[in-house]
């Protein structure tokens, strides 16, 4: 890990039975509060809060992370599909202030109407097809 030992962020300071893969700028890593069966957060090795914070090359090394944890929960979980984002900010959701990617399994049944899947965050305008 490239973090200062002496901060307390959870995501610096991994539990290394929850590390399923290491890539040369993230790490895939077993959520402690899962929504759902296989949710899985990919991690920047160095300390950040925001995207917009990674270097050009941890940039070019993010999507083929967050594939490859997909690839993984398609194996081990065998989803019926995904809800792949970023909380960014107080505002935008986050509460641990070290970059992280959702990728959170989908099943079949496990809402009774997944349409609109992230827009929910805003319940009021979250059915647009009604």
């Known amino acids: 890990m490239e973090c200062d030992a002496s901060t307390e962020c959870p995501f610096c300071h991994p539990e ?5 893969a290491r890539h040369s700028h993230f ?3 077993e959520d402690g509060f ?3 069966p296989g949710h899985t957060l990919v991690i920047p090795n160095r300390h950040v809060a925001t995207i ?4 050009t090359d941890e940039q070019a090394a993010l999507f083929p992370a967050v594939l490859d944890a997909q690839r993984r929960l398609d194996e081990s979980h065998r989803p019926d599909g995904y ?17 992280h990617v ?10 009774p109407d997944p ?3 992230v827009r929910w965050i ?3 305008k979250a059915d647009y097809w009604s």
């Open 27 to 29: 790490f895939v890593f």
């Open 115 to 117: 349409r609109g899947g």
């Open 83 to 99: 809800n792949i984002g970023i909380n960014q900010g107080a505002a935008g959701g986050q509460t641990v202030p070290h970059l």
């Open 34 to 36: 899962p929504v759902s």
């Open 16 to 20: 290394r039975a929850r590390v399923i």
């Open 52 to 55: 917009a914070e990674l270097s």
């Open 102 to 111: 959702h990728v959170i399994p989908r099943y079949h049944g496990d809402q």
């Open 122 to 124: 805003f319940p009021d």
